[in-house]
């Protein structure tokens, strides 16, 4: 029996009279990959912003590893080891690459303002510890050539791969990847799973993952939880879901 | 202008614009993060010169409750303007967590948050008015111990005389400036607190206490803005509760000289308009505070963006 590292129970978030997200239920197992599909306007985006602390849930629970995180701050989420990359790619645009990535290293250092203000030995030894394993994050995704360009002069494919970087150097348990593959051309779509896959190993992660690309969902996915109007209509393995009536009516209306 | 009147007045410009320049970046690090101007700042800055002055042991004047009270003790010079900078940089702190923190807390539009910015520049004006009276204080001329009155860097014969207080607040200044540089772009925090000035949300997902930092930001800021109060308190004279208020005016025509939330234009537009003071006939000296806000006036239609600062790019 595999071990539930996120258990998300009944999970309600309201906006106003809108239910964005309605007692939505489901486990997510260790070192699994777990999909999130649903039309446009499902809640998707939402379940990631309750898991990441980004808003808070109107009722329900959310538990990680055991602890129940459902209240607390963003920055405490990140630290217990839950990371996130976004639809709409969101770097530091003025910061280089390597910045980007040393950002997240913050967590995981301990030497204060004063001492970095002096240039202490302590401070000094951790900024190039720090540095030198962001250079192995950026050679990973290719990046390591570029690591002093800022981020904003990157083409589209190589910030999603430096917003995955970055994402890594929280060095997190579980990846939330939100629509990976958007904006991608068919080349860079028919990569991205091989790399999910490949990142998912070397880092022994477990993922959930948005994404659109039904091919890309169904090769790529453990299991797969289909949401509509913020309710889960369907959870299982892919072919299952692939079958399921309540699915195909969401995806293609219930006219005959 | 005679060539040694013209570096005489070069350094004396180089040395109060440095002075400008870090008393604007208390202004430009609030802005970057928060996207606010904090009117307070000006105030900190009045507040910053009091406390230094009390610090070195000086007696205060005929009013307010402190009415001729003085220290048991004085302290150094050097080291009563640091410590003056540090309550300075307490009450920045002071002024996010009563002020700042809970209005976003609350979600509450920018402009509020500025208003209320005012409303608390003018209740420290106020206070220390309560405490100190609106007086004019001068630092005693005993601070700069041992020092000659001017230095003169020419010769004899073609003399180069600069006031040493001028040389003590560049010198401080410009050592300020440096290590603010420093700790802004070569240390793990400075790089949080940019990550932070760019996407707030973002970086609270990459694990960084938004919160903590904003707080320290408000440190820096109460404390640059308090070296900025002893010096130019220094250099004429603490000219009474509202010393920092025309001075905070100034610092906004520095920082939108500079462009908006620019950490670099901050120190250049502080620059330009310390030498462009300086460098104007003495029948004009009336006028300097006027003359500053006409550069920036100039500025602007050529570049509304500040000096170096960049167009806007819309947000999504």
Known sequence: ????????????????????????????QRDEIFGLIGPNGAGKTTLFNLITGLTPATSGRLTYRGDDIGRLKPHQIAAKGIARTFQNIRLFGNLSAQQNVMVSQHVHTRSGVVAGVFGLPGARSEERMVREEAMQLLEMVNLADRAHVKARNFPYGDQRRLEIARALALKPQLLLLDEPGAGMNPNEKASLSAFIRDVKDKFKLTIVLIEHNVPLVMGLCDRIAVLNFGELIALGNPAAVQNDRAVIEAYLGDEP | MELTTLLQQLINGLSIGSVYAIFALGYTLIFSILGIINFAHGAVFTLGAYFTYALTGARFGFNGIFAEAQLPFGLPFLLALFVGAGLAGLVGVLVERALFRPLRARGADPLLTLVSSLGIAVALVNTIQYFVG?????????????LPPSVNFGTPEAPLVVRTVQLVIGVISLVILVVLTWFINRTKTGRALRAVAEDSTTSSLLGINTDRLILLTFFISGFVGGIAGTLVGLSVTITGPYFGIAFGLKGLAVIVLGGLGNIPGAVLGGIVIGIAENLLPSSAVAYKDAIAFAILF???????????GRTQVQKV
């Open chain 1, 1 to 28: 029996m595999s071990e539930t590292l996120l258990d998300v129970h009944k999970l309600t978030c309201r906006f106003g009279g809108l239910i964005a997200v309605n007692e939505v239920s489901f486990a997510v």
């Open chain 2, 134 to 146: 609106a007086e004019v204080y001068s630092f005693p001329s005993s601070v700069l111990q041992g």
């Open chain 2, 298 to 308: 100039v500025v602007l239609l050529i570049r509304p963006q500040g000096l170096l």
